[in-house]
């Protein structure tokens, strides 16, 4: 599987195929078992564990299924924290974090604790959080599982347009069929294989 700048690849199979370890393997989460992952011009089958988190947060965005935001912080604490960890200056990651937030229409939430919002809500601010540092690769798992159809299509725009815009590859695991109609290309997962959808 190759996934080139600007492209959209949707991930499409039964659950329990494996498409979401697919997703932690393309990010160096996981190391697979055979084969070899490369982003850029890192292997991350060999890298040790260190270089696999430096690339994951220079260059690497995850949107994890149920969100997974970190519940002492802030909506606006929590998507900037890619920025954070990365060495930008507060003030500077606050300010892209909050400019990312309204983007996807939740900028008045920044202040809001985690358990004080919407579980659409929520997924926003986790695809806001994946997408503030202008990663490379952007992986996302389920984005519209938790969201209505109207915000789902939202953050799905959001995501094409970090692709276009970036030159970003981004792969989306999905059940939704009109969400992999949008992708430039689809691979099932069958048999723990790929094969083109």
């Keep these: 599987m190759e996934v080139g700048r600007g492209e959209i690849v949707a991930i499409v199979g039964p659950s329990g195929a494996g498409k979401s370890s697919l997703l932690f393997c393309l990010c160096g989460l996981l190391v697979p ?8 011009d890192v292997n991350l089958s060999r890298a040790p564990t260190r270089t ?3 690339v994951r947060r220079r260059h690497c965005g995850f949107v994890f299924q149920f969100g997974e935001l970190v519940p002492e912080l802030t909506l606006l604490e929590n998507v900037a924290l ?3 960890l ?6 500077d990651s606050m ?7 309204e983007a996807l ?4 939430l920044a202040d809001k604790p985690v358990h004080a919002v919407s579980g659409g809500e929520l997924q926003r601010a986790a695809i806001c959080r994946a997408l503030v540092h202008g990663p490379s690769v952007v992986l996302a798992d389920e984005p519209s599982g938790a969201l209505d159809e109207e915000n789902a299509r939202v953050v799905i725009d959001q995501l094409v347009e970090h692709a276009r815009r970036k030159q970003a590859g981004v792969v989306v ?4 069929s009109w969400l992999a109609a949008r992708a430039d290309r689809q691979i099932r997962i069958s048999g723990g294989r790929l094969v083109p959808a």
């Design 33 to 40: 078992q055979r084969g070899e992952v490369v982003v850029g």
């Design 52 to 54: 696999r988190d430096r």
């Design 82 to 84: 890619p920025l954070r």
């Design 86 to 91: 990365s060495g930008t200056g507060a003030r």
């Design 95 to 101: 300010e892209r974090a909050r400019r990312q937030m």
């Design 105 to 108: 229409g939740i900028g008045e």
């Design 173 to 176: 695991v999905t059940h939704e």
